[in-house]
């Protein structure tokens, strides 16, 4: 109820365009967690389409509607679900102690769903030696890639290693140059920066409130 009383007041006070656009995040939210669509973007275009209107709600509007809908359908097996995701982390973060870990995506946020992966950010200007960490350690690598972005103006390159935990946990390890290492970065869903959790803070968490969420409302 709280969430959809937060997404009232940040649609604006005009009850007919906030009750089309909730809608429209609805739908789109729909589309992403049943896999009818893939992208934010598209998902909202798409459902905006279907119910025959102009108006495009945020990303962040979207993946509260998602997250709501997931716990419509997971109930109590996504609370379990999170806590084994959020354990499997910290052991691999264990791992990859010297690598400076943060964990991101949504075994940070909370908004674990069928089909999350857990998502680490790593630093080292050696990604082949966090591959033989993450081997020697029995985790299962089935592809390791470099990428190269460019946002604003700006060419970033990070290594992506795609793996298996040995929990059977899809696991993706993103690392990054050391020099990227306290550099603030936008989360393109929520808006917000994206903190995420280190290996202290998550043993904190599971410690203390082991299904705590961290998304803004």
């Known amino acids: 109820m709280k969430q959809s009383q937060d997404a009232n007041a940040a649609f604006g006070n005009d009850t007919a365009d906030y009750t089309l656009k909730q809608q429209v995040a609805r739908e789109a939210a729909t589309l992403l967690y049943f896999g009818a669509e ?16 102009h108006f495009l709600p945020s990303n962040h509007d979207i993946a509260l509607e998602l997250d709501i809908i997931a716990e ?8 379990k679900r999170l806590m084994q995701m959020r354990s499997e982390a910290l052991r691999i973060m264990k791992v990859l102690d010297a690598y400076c870990p943060l964990l991101i995506g949504s075994v940070w946020r909370g908004t674990v ?17 966090v591959v033989d960490n993450l081997k020697a350690a029995g985790v299962k690598i089935s592809r390791a890639i470099w990428t190269t972005v460019n946002k604003r103006g700006t060419t970033l390159e990070s290594f992506h290693i795609y793996a ?17 290492k306290g550099k603030s970065r936008k989360c393109e869903t929520f808006g917000d ?24 409302q």
Do not use: M, W
Request: hydrophobic share 25%; glycine share 4%; net charge negative.
């Open 164 to 180: 298996e935990t040995t929990e059977k946990q899809s696991l993706e390890i993103v690392v990054r140059s050391c020099e990227e």
């Open 113 to 129: 769903r069928r089909g999350s992966d857990i998502d680490i950010a790593v630093y080292s200007d050696e990604p082949q030696q």
């Open 38 to 53: 893939k992208e934010y973007k598209q998902a909202k275009k798409h459902a905006a389409e279907t119910l025959g209107t």
């Open 193 to 216: 920066e994206i903190k995420g959790l280190k290996t202290q803070e998550l043993e904190k968490v599971l410690r203390d409130n082991p299904t705590e969420k961290f998304i803004p």
């Open 72 to 79: 419509e359908n997971e109930g109590a097996e996504r609370k």
